[in-house]
């Protein structure tokens, strides 16, 4: 029996664009097996198999933009699809493991082999709160990748950010607030321009406030849409600044006090915060890319330092 099979529910995003075709027509597929990488704006995700099968028909390709409930292949039913996908993951392991033992013995036979550092021993032995088999320390396009990534896996994951929401500073201080408002400035520019054509408008009224809610939304849709794709894919995140106490442990500050969380792997993607050169004086009319994005009211005049 033929089954299509479609995109989930991903959050607020109403079109995607398919970037990575991950299969093809013949291929033995497993159930949660990803299919497709769709991106939006800095966000990025691959749409997992609701069940396993072989793949008899691809209904996307490159560049096609989809949304929940477009059809992305067709399965035949196969009982032992799993069985046969199991087999082929053993299959690559193995041949993947075959070379490498072929070098190990080589280098044996020629020089002695390196010596192995052994993992550090745990030193922490207080109360832990959580547990997980990856932690990702930061939430921006690097560190929300991989948590989402290292879910689809299998792994219990956990994504600690210091910021309520996340998306890291791309999406909440950086290239998407920045791009919002740079489009508004790009239409007002554009209109302004049409007096060649012979078509004059007035001078432009800026509701500051206005436009700073827009900014905002923006970034709300966007910043809403990755928390409901962390809730799908089960990744806990914890809000606090982490700390690392050895080499399986991290203490995480947060609003209601430390929580200490043991970990097996760990990524760490903390991103960029701007720097405050040391010869520039505390005053309320000096501020980062952060702050420029927050003006209350519009300078006669601005010196910017830094040219990129």
Do not use: W
Request: glycine letters at 10%; proline letters at 5%; one cysteine or more.
């Amino acid at each position: 029996m033929s089954i299509e099979i479609k995109v989930p529910d991903i959050g607020d995003f109403k079109e995607v664009e398919v970037i990575e075709l991950l299969v093809k027509v013949g291929d033995v597929i497993a159930a949660e097996q990803s299919l497709i990488t769709v991106e939006s704006d800095k966000a990025s995700m691959e749409i997992p198999a609701s069940q396993g099968g072989v793949v008899t028909e691809l209904l996307v390709k490159l560049g096609d933009k989809v949304a929940m409930g477009t059809p992305i292949l067709k399965v035949r039913e196969s009982q032992d699809g799993a069985a046969q996908a199991s087999a082929a993951t053993g299959k690559e392991t193995a041949s993947a493991a075959a070379p490498a033992s072929a070098a190990a013995s080589t280098s044996t036979s020629t020089a002695p082999a390196p010596a192995v550092a052994l993992p550090t021993a745990s030193t922490y032995n207080g109360a832990v709160n959580h547990e997980c088999e990856m932690l990702v320390i930061g939430a921006g396009p690097g560190g929300y990748s991989a948590a989402f990534r290292s879910a689809d896996l299998g792994m219990k994951t956990i994504l600690v950010e210091r910021y309520p929401t996340l998306g890291g500073v791309c999406l909440n201080v950086g290239c998407i607030p920045s791009k919002a408002l740079l489009h508004t400035a790009a239409v007002m520019d554009e209109v302004k321009g049409m007096g060649a054509h012979g078509i004059t408008f007035g001078a432009p009224q800026v509701d500051l406030n206005a436009l700073r809610q827009h900014k905002d939304k923006v970034i709300s849709k966007l910043t809403g849409g990755l928390a409901g794709m962390a809730k799908a894919r089960k990744v806990e995140t914890v809000q606090g600044t982490a700390e690392f106490l050895d080499s399986f442990h991290v203490k995480v500050q947060t609003a209601s006090g430390e929580q200490v969380i043991r970990f097996a792997k760990a990524i760490i993607a903390v991103g960029s915060q701007a720097v405050k050169l040391p010869f520039i004086p505390d005053d309320p009319r000096i501020v980062d890319s952060t702050g420029a994005l927050e003006l209350r009211f519009l300078p006669k005049r601005m010196l910017i330092i830094g040219g990129g």
